[in-house]
């Protein structure tokens, strides 16, 4: 099995939040095989900060058993030159936060249809995710992500 230095290759910074960096990424395979993903690593501030990185692993690993369409799938889970980071589902989209100051600021408002799809589907998957019994504790449209056709994922 390769290194994860050598498996992903990252691409661009998406966002940056008070526990990690989130990146586009490529995963690399055998006979030219890629794939998109999004790569989450901690913050190097946190790297030796014990509490931090049992909240970062406990994260990946919750969130890996959760297998849900609303659900963002984690991959992989490694350590890169001491520092966590986890693989998940690239999601190519916006999150509903920007999604919505960009309606705002085009002078509309977001389609009641989609607000209420959005809505929803956010509810089907927190419903699966509690009967799990894990209890999502940052629901905010910063955290829904919209894929281009509009179905949001937590």
């Known amino acids: 099995m ?12 998406i966002a940056s939040g008070g526990m990690a960096h989130v990146y586009e990424a490529v995963a ?9 993903v999004a790569i989450k690593r901690i913050l190097p501030q946190h790297a030796a900060d014990e509490r931090m990185r049992r909240m970062f692993f406990d994260e990946a690993s919750i969130a890996s058993r959760l297998h849900h369409a609303n659900i963002v799938q984690v991959l ?11 693989v998940m589902e690239f999601v190519d989209g916006l999150d509903a ?10 002078g509309a408002k ?5 607000a209420l799809h959005v809505v929803s589907e956010v509810a089907h998957a927190l419903a699966y ?18 894929t281009s056709a509009g179905d949001p994922k937590i």
């Open 110 to 114: 977001l389609p009641e249809a989609l």
């Open 129 to 146: 995710a509690h009967a799990k019994g894990v209890v999502h504790c940052d629901i905010k449209p910063a955290n829904i992500m919209l």
């Open 28 to 36: 690399v395979g055998e006979r030219g095989f890629t794939r998109r």
């Open 76 to 86: 992989d889970f490694g350590v890169l030159e001491d520092d966590d980071f986890l």
């Open 2 to 13: 390769s290194e994860p230095a050598s498996r992903y290759r990252l691409v661009r910074t």
């Open 97 to 106: 936060a920007r999604a919505t100051e960009l309606a705002i600021g085009a």
